[in-house]
């Protein structure tokens, strides 16, 4: 297993009576590519603005190539580069003087860099910034995150209010930033997006973690669903541990991370009718968490 | 990794975006002293004698210095430190610039992205009140110069009498009856521009507790709006607080607990009359008794405020950052 880069121990983060994050367990290794999913308020800013050492942790730690994110914050940011999720730049600067000014006060941005992302992103960088559309400055504060060497990038909804063109370049250079060996954590309500970027997703809900799985993992599974019209045969032993079987009245739904031949092979002698096999998505191990009742995806 | 004291993007950033109100600021001081200074010069000193005669006895006591030095060049041109305009045009930027350190890019949504670059908050925090400073400092010294080009520029009409000396004594006898006498002298030969350094250390001295006291309310704050407000409501109820103090013996103590009270340029140029040791006293008695001499009225107004900048700084490296709205 490659290097740990980024490990929460039951961090959690409450205001008052309310709990942002909640004993959040997270091991991030080098060169992964990392997808945050969740609600609006299920905790995912909150756990990168903790890593960022912008909030204290009530209880836990996060600890970025070992230093802790609160105490060596600064350290800590030599490392990253961090796109907020509302980036909000100087009205009186224009988009050039953004540019070269984080390119100052940081060693290890490059303004070529800053140029070709600009250009990628179609980005005039002439333009004050007080006259730019959301949508402009969401391209500025991209350009401002993109053109570090940081070893981790930190992006809290990329693409928003960008229009698809755009959308797919921000998505090229976050797989260019794999290729190169950096760490990616972003964050996004587009569950595509992460399907296509990232090998790795976390989603969250009211603040806790409740699933981490790999995009290999999940591209392996499959839902069976189908008609129940007898007895189902006894499970193999030795897919006990992996296969889910839902039943509700004759309806029969089946979950599968194992390949699908054994379990393709103890179905047939089950006595099944009008039966459907898809690969399940990410759309319905999201809605897993966040739908009163899981229905057809297709 | 060890960073130079002064991080050069940042005061580049700071400065740019309080240029207009600097230059607001500076013309608006420079030519007030002067025009200030200008005015004095225009009002002989012994019809503006005959003015302050004729003020009743009662409004001697909202003088911070004695009358009959107030009707001098030096007295009357001490009181520019003193005028409200000046006050209120070197307080807007230390309230402006102070209130702006923390809840000022908080509110703007700025300080997401600064803060996520390798800058402490220190720095962050001192960078920015250290630029507010120097150019608080660089207005004070604007409006010594604005004073002294209006001292150096000036000339004064004096009225005069005829004058016989007294044999084998130092006394002159005026000689009214012989009519007065106009004469056109310089103002500089009146009055140093170096005599009001007293009064520009005072001066310097207020404007630093007062920025201070904008970052200490807005390194607590995320609502730039509310310390503006807060440190604008603070301002007013210590100038009543300093009224009142005035105005009643009773409360004169409340002199005492308000930053106003602190702030005496004229009676300190008074005092480095009887020369620079006078300064460096920590009581004197005054008109209403034993007041804070100008040593102790800069070091509390310097003290107080470097209690509530390291405050401030301390407290915004400990603080959530909270997220834009």
Partial sequence: MSQVVLQTDSLTKRFGDFTALSRCDLQVHRGEVVGLLGPNGSGKTTLLRLILGFLKPTDGSAEVQGLNCYRQRVQIHRLISYLPGDARLFRTMRAKQVVRFFSDIRDDSDWGMAEEVASRLELDLNRWVAFMSTGMRQKLALTVCLSTRAPILLLDEPTANLDPSVRGEVLQLVRQARDEGRTVIFSSHVLSEIEETCNRVLILRQGRLVHDQSITDLKRQHRIRARLVGQLPDMPELLKSEVSVVQQDDRIQIETPAQLSQVMSWLSQAPLDDVHIQPISLRAVYDRFHSEWVEDDS | ?325
Avoid at chain 2, 182 to 200: C, H, K, N, W, Y
Avoid at chain 2, 273 to 298: H, I
């Fill in chain 2, 1 to 325: 990794m060890n960073q130079p004291i002064i991080n050069r993007a940042l005061c580049r950033k700071y400065f740019t975006e309080s240029l207009l109100l600097l230059i607001a600021c500076a013309a608006a001081l420079f030519a007030f002293s002067w025009f200030r200074v200008w005015v004095v010069g225009e009002l002989d000193t012994a019809r503006f004698k005959q003015i302050v005669d004729m003020l009743p006895e009662d409004w001697r006591k909202f003088s911070s210095v004695d009358f009959d030095w107030l009707v001098s060049y030096l007295g009357r041109t001490s009181l520019t430190l003193e005028e409200p305009m000046l006050l209120m045009i070197i307080s807007i930027w230390a309230i402006v610039r102070g209130s702006d350190v923390v809840s000022g890019e908080v509110s703007r949504g700025t300080m997401e992205m600064l803060l996520a670059q390798p800058v402490s908050r220190y720095r962050v925090y001192y960078q920015h009140m250290l630029l507010t400073l120097a150019v608080a400092l660089g207005f004070c010294l604007l409006v010594w110069m604005g004073m002294s080009i209006g001292i150096m520029t000036t000339s004064v009409e004096e009225t005069t009498y005829p004058e016989i000396l007294v044999p084998l004594t130092d006394y002159r006898i005026p000689l009214t009856f012989l009519g007065a006498q106009t004469e056109v002298v310089a103002m500089d030969s009146r009055v140093s521009p170096l005599q009001f350094f007293p009064g520009i250390v005072n001066l310097f001295s207020f404007v630093f507790f007062m920025s201070c006291l904008a970052a200490f309310c807005s390194s607590w704050d995320r609502y730039r709006w509310r310390t503006l407000g807060l440190v604008i409501g603070l301002y007013l109820l210590n100038a009543m607080v300093e009224l009142l103090s005035l105005s009643s013996e009773t409360f004169a103590w409340l002199g005492f607990f308000n930053f106003f009270g602190y702030y005496a340029p004229a009676p300190a140029i008074q005092l480095a009359e009887s020369g620079p040791s006078a300064l460096f006293q920590w009581v004197v008695v005054g008109q209403k008794g034993l007041d804070a001499g100008p040593l102790a009225q800069n070091l509390i107004l310097f003290g107080l405020g470097l209690i509530l900048l390291v405050w401030g700084g301390y407290k915004f490296n400990r603080r959530d950052l909270p997220a834009p709205l």
